[in-house]
């Protein structure tokens, strides 16, 4: 696994724990006192991490009238909340960060449910009433108590060839990095299992999106989950910060407020792996690969259509 520099951490950690928060804190309170009495309704965006969820996220603010996206929420949300979750390079192994963001009986929908509208609240502005959650891995491992707090919530996947995913987990990511190959397909397939699941129990309140169809054709795509989700076109374009094209986590190719989508990533992160490494990824992940790409609910590469 490639190691990010000292810096690239360093800035990282400053974003989060320390820029991120005090910026919070000034402009919060204003916000939080004007929208104190508001409810949203959540578009929670999930996926795997380095699955695109950045890339749907910011997507779906530029093009559709919300009132916010939180780009995190495990971070953006209260410290003290059952629902934060630190960082993926703070825990000692794959199963330990899973574990730590799968719902307990302990986790009530009230609580949920107050936590998320304080964090929306805080950083929400206008007056549409629907906001973008996106949280990679925890929107998954969560869908099911998700949806349980937001009645009217829904629940977006994004999901990609599970041979590019894997492997960018286990580069960028020290625990995916130092476990196993087996653990970083074993937390694929239980996350996006965790989707399938709420297409069945859910179906009117679950739609995901190709990773391929979404780069291929963005008007197509976007256009098709505006149109099933019921999102009005955006009344301006919002500002996104200047991005360079350079692999690494989050969003990136930004220039002018535009987002480029870069179209080749899956047959680089392929490039990157030794030929038994591919099979073993596409044997064990072949049957959860087919079950997302032929649901109802997926809008697909093929015209971007479901």
Known sequence: MAERTFLDLARRRWRWHVSEPFDAKVRSPLRALVNAKRTYRPVFVAGASGSGTSLLGLS?????????????????????????????????????YQDFMTPTDAWTREAGRSDLLDCYRRYCWGTSNVVVDKGPDINLLRARYLLDCFPDGVLLLIFRDPVANVEGLRRKWKPFGADPLSETIRFWKDIHDCW????????????????????????????????????????????????????????????GSRIGYVTDANTRARERLEPSAVREIEDALAETERALRTSEHTIRAEAGEA
């Open 60 to 96: 779906l603010g530029q093009r559709f009238d919300v009132a916010g996206v939180i780009y995190e929420t495990n971070f953006q949300v209260a410290r003290t909340s059952h629902l934060y979750v630190p960082e993926i390079d703070d825990f000692a192994s794959v199963r330990a």
């Open 196 to 255: 399938l699941d709420c297409a069945i129990a859910h179906p009117d309140r679950t739609l995901a999106v190709e990773y391929e169809a979404l780069v291929g054709d963005p008007d197509a795509a976007l256009g098709e989950i505006g149109r099933r989700i019921g999102l009005d076109p955006a009344k301006g374009q919002r500002r996104l910060i200047e991005s360079p094209n350079v692999e690494g986590q989050g969003i990136r190719n930004v220039r």
